[in-house]
């Protein structure tokens, strides 16, 4: 069974720092588009940054120059690097991937909170 497990989330206060890891395990052939989603309070998900196979990168305008996405195709980790925070960045942040079993299928993260105080 393929699992998607995150950590590195907690509080901060704004201006400072986190980064989030996910780690992929169990029994598949490849990975193909891994990324970061999150979701405030009343608010629809939405997509922080992804980075698919070939390693090019892709931001919401909201965190461009702040956060750092990168992969160890090695590991099957992607990590989230965020720093200057606002509290705007207060969600729960999903870590996604688009996996190959048999089939090429979406799974998710069960979720890590951030919350950046002001």
């Known amino acids: 069974q393929v699992q998607l497990v995150e950590s590195g989330g907690g509080l901060v206060q704004a201006g400072g720092s986190l980064r989030l890891s996910c780690a992929a395990s169990?029994?598949?052939?490849?990975?193909?588009?891994m990324g970061w989603y999150r979701q405030a309070p009343e608010k629809q998900r939405e997509l922080v940054a992804s980075?698919?196979?070939?390693?090019?990168?892709n931001y919401a305008d909201s965190v461009k120059g702040r956060f750092t996405i990168s992969r160890d195709n090695a590991k099957n980790t992607v990590t989230l690097q965020m720093n200057s925070l606002e509290p705007e960045d207060t969600a729960v942040y999903y870590c996604?991937?688009?996996?190959?079993?048999?089939?090429?299928?979406?799974?998710w993260g069960q979720g890590t909170q951030v919350t950046v105080s002001s």
């Open positions: 996604n991937a688009r996996i190959r079993t048999t089939l090429y299928n979406t799974y």
């Open positions: 169990g029994r598949f052939f490849s990975i193909n588009y």
């Open positions: 980075i698919p196979s070939d390693g090019r990168t």
